[in-house]
């Protein structure tokens, strides 16, 4: 989960195409941008015409700039999209847009706002670089739990006062990679308005500690998706039973699946990434937010 485990399966995953990092890091961004040109690929009912912009947040850490994309007309369930270790790039804007376009109002969030503006990195490749990871651990480090809850908390009240918003419909939230407890975190944050959290190949979801996501489902009001990569489960195979006791023992329905793709397989611009499972998770996804939000 973005740890030395997959960082060697990136490079198996390079050495079967016969491309060095770098390589894959210039060959993808390139093949990423030609695949973005339809907005809404992918997602079950895309295709709304969508207006975007980058906005500011005030949070009780500072200020968190981020990506606000939804339909150009009407109001819609918000939803809070928080992308995996890399942060918010291009590819991410692109998922988000795709998600606007099925009907959502998506505000894609920096985590690294503390640190510095979007983009901190401009593709996941860069990541696996030794000079990118320097980098972020800093950054990494500053994101907390309880900061987490707090900037949940500023972004929900965002979204709710804008008018593509419905405030009369439940908010959503998914996150992917680290952003995958980030989500849950989310509806912890804000049980009466977080009624959906999706979790595409999320990581650090069983820990050992008090307030590990899967033992504060208790706490929210939300139904769940935990979408897992087929490495992730054959590193961890107890995560996914810890997470079904704990979804039953809290009351909260969800749908756990492993996926025959490994981690990573949402990410546009990812070498693990999967087209046919990601659209498979994608649907899933827009089932469970047309069914709870």
Same mark, same amino acid.
């Given at each position: 989960?973005?740890?030395?485990?997959?960082?060697?399966?990136?490079?198996?995953? =390079?050495?079967?195409?016969? =491309?060095?990092?770098?390589?894959?890091?210039?060959?993808?961004?390139?093949?990423?941008?030609?695949?973005?040109?339809? *907005?809404?690929? $992918?997602?079950?009912? %895309?295709?709304?015409?969508?207006? +975007?912009?980058?906005?500011?947040?005030?949070?009780?850490?500072?200020?968190?700039?981020?990506?606000?994309?939804?339909?150009?007309?009407?109001?819609?369930?918000?939803?809070?999209?928080?992308?995996?270790?890399? $942060?918010?790039?291009?590819?991410?804007? +692109?998922?988000?847009?795709? #998600? @606007?376009?099925?009907?959502?109002?998506?505000?894609?969030?920096?985590?690294? !706002?503390?640190?510095?503006?979007?983009?901190? #990195?401009?593709?996941?490749?860069e990541y696996f670089t030794? +000079? *990118?990871?320097?980098?972020?651990?800093?950054?990494?480090?500053?994101?907390?739990?309880?900061?987490?809850?707090?900037?949940?908390?500023?972004?929900?009240?965002?979204?709710? $006062?804008? %008018?593509?918003?419905?405030?009369?419909?439940?908010? $959503?939230?998914?996150? !992917?990679?680290?952003?995958?407890?980030? @989500?849950?975190?989310? @509806?912890?944050?804000?049980?009466?308005?977080?009624?959906?959290? *999706?979790?595409?190949?999320?990581?650090?979801?069983?820990?050992?500690?008090? &307030?590990?996501?899967?033992?504060? #489902?208790?706490?929210?009001?939300?139904?769940? =998706?935990?979408?897992?990569?087929?490495?992730?489960?054959?590193? @961890?195979?107890?995560?996914?039973?810890?997470?079904?006791?704990?979804?039953?023992?809290? %009351?909260?329905?969800? +749908?756990?699946?492993? !996926?025959?793709? &490994?981690?990573?397989?949402? *990410?546009? &611009?990812?070498?693990? !990434?999967?087209?046919?499972?990601?659209?498979?998770?994608?649907?899933?996804m827009i089932a469970l937010?047309?069914?709870? #939000?």
């Open positions: 989960m973005c740890d030395k485990d997959t960082i060697a399966d990136f490079d198996r995953a =390079l050495a079967r195409r016969g =491309l060095s990092r770098r390589q894959f890091a210039l060959a993808g961004t390139a093949a990423f941008l030609a695949s973005c040109a339809k *907005a809404g690929e $992918g997602i079950p009912g %895309g295709g709304n015409t969508l207006t +975007e912009q980058t906005v500011t947040i005030a949070t009780p850490d500072g200020k968190a700039d981020a990506f606000f994309v939804h339909p150009a007309s009407g109001r819609h369930p918000g939803i809070v999209m928080w992308p995996d270790i890399a $942060g918010l790039r291009d590819a991410s804007k +692109e998922m988000g847009r795709r #998600l @606007a376009a099925a009907g959502f109002a998506v505000l894609v969030v920096n985590q690294y !706002y503390r640190n510095a503006r979007a983009p901190v #990195l401009t593709s996941l490749p030794p +000079e *990118a990871q320097v980098r972020l651990q800093p950054m990494r480090d500053a994101i907390t739990p309880a900061g987490t809850v707090r900037d949940a908390t500023a972004f929900e009240t965002f979204l709710d $006062g804008q %008018g593509a918003v419905d405030p009369a419909r439940k908010i $959503g939230t998914c996150g !992917y990679c680290m952003g995958g407890p980030f @989500a849950v975190r989310t @509806a912890v944050a804000v049980p009466a308005r977080v009624g959906a959290v *999706a979790s595409m190949h999320g990581a650090w979801l069983v820990t050992d500690q008090p &307030d590990s996501p899967h033992r504060i #489902l208790k706490d929210s009001k939300a139904s769940y =998706l935990f979408a897992i990569g087929q490495n992730d489960d054959a590193k @961890a195979p107890g995560d996914k039973n810890a997470l079904r006791e704990a979804s039953k023992a809290a %009351g909260r329905p969800a +749908e756990i699946e492993v !996926y025959p793709a &490994d981690h990573g397989w949402c *990410a546009l &611009d990812a070498p693990f !990434y999967d087209k046919a499972q990601s659209d498979r998770a994608n649907a899933r937010f047309n069914a709870a #939000l």
